[in-house]
């Protein structure tokens, strides 16, 4: 499995270093010519690459059932994860050319993943060489009815925090970058990335992830990726309804138009 997620990454890597030719001038005019011969003198432009790796994503961390594997907290990273963050961090910092390159890894909300994975990145870039993001879940709004909302709820309790470890190209001082407008998830008044936090995010219900037989799951996950659960009411929910992939998945999709173009590159690329 991390063959293939280490294949799939040197895929996109390659196919992001291909150059963007310039396009001959539609027609013969004189003007068209001249701007045919302008787009030749400019320097070929080499999109960047980011390397997103999402900790409750990896397939790996699921392919043992648990009891409680519901609540979607990974305890921990696999060896296989954090190869793919060194793995990545390597690209970063050692790749020709890797300038516009950025790396993003979450946690998954867990807390013990955290710590690995600021321990992984530390030793690979240095104590300077990334920053951590809070992200903020509108948690409690959005799994109202979702099984993995706990009936019982202790003070404090809700993983509805999560870091992406964000490592931008080394190659420019951080003092280099602009601070740009931000347009969402701004609850806490954030209004540009000076701010390190995105509150407000909304969490995906189970309701809207695809499900899949258990078969289906285990002939992608192992054997092992499918038992009993310690909670009736998880029970019945995958009796009728079939099981998620990967129960941690909560991440919301971003719909077209729903952000201004540049705003997302930009924020993506600068502190």
């Not at 080394?170 to 003092?175: I, S």
Request: glycine share 8%.
């Amino acid at each position: 499995m991390i063959v293939k997620a280490l294949k799939t990454l040197r895929q996109v890597s390659a196919s992001s270093r291909r150059p963007i030719q310039a396009s001959p001038a539609v027609g013969g005019d004189k003007k068209g010519k001249e701007e045919a011969k302008k787009d030749e003198d400019k320097p070929a432009v080499r999109e960047g690459t980011i390397y997103f790796c999402c900790a409750e994503l990896f397939c790996g961390h699921a392919e043992r059932h648990t009891g409680d594997i519901w609540r979607g907290i990974i305890p921990g990273i696999t060896d296989g994860f954090t190869d793919l963050i060194k793995f990545a961090c390597q690209r970063i910092s050692n790749r020709p050319n890797s300038d516009k390159d950025v790396l993003l890894v979450s946690d998954g909300r867990s807390e013990h993943a955290r710590k690995q994975i600021r321990s992984v990145m530390t030793s690979a870039l240095g104590d300077e060489g990334f920053t951590e993001i809070w992200v903020v879940y509108n948690l409690e709004t959005a799994i109202k009815a979702d099984v993995r909302n706990p009936k019982r709820k202790t003070v404090w309790s809700a993983a509805n925090m999560e870091v992406l470890f964000v490592a931008l190209p080394g190659t420019r001082p951080k003092t280099s970058y602009s601070v740009v407008h931000r347009d969402l998830f701004t609850a806490a008044g954030e209004s540009t990335n000076f701010s390190k936090t995105y509150t407000g995010v909304p969490f995906r219900n189970l309701t809207e992830i695809p499900r899949l037989t258990g078969d289906a799951k285990q002939e992608i996950l192992g054997t092992a990726a499918v038992g009993a659960f310690n909670k009736e009411r998880v029970t019945k929910e995958v009796e009728e309804r079939q099981h998620p992939l990967l129960w941690g998945e909560g991440k919301p999709g971003i719909k077209p138009g729903h952000h201004k173009r540049g705003t997302h590159q930009n924020s993506a690329r600068r502190r």
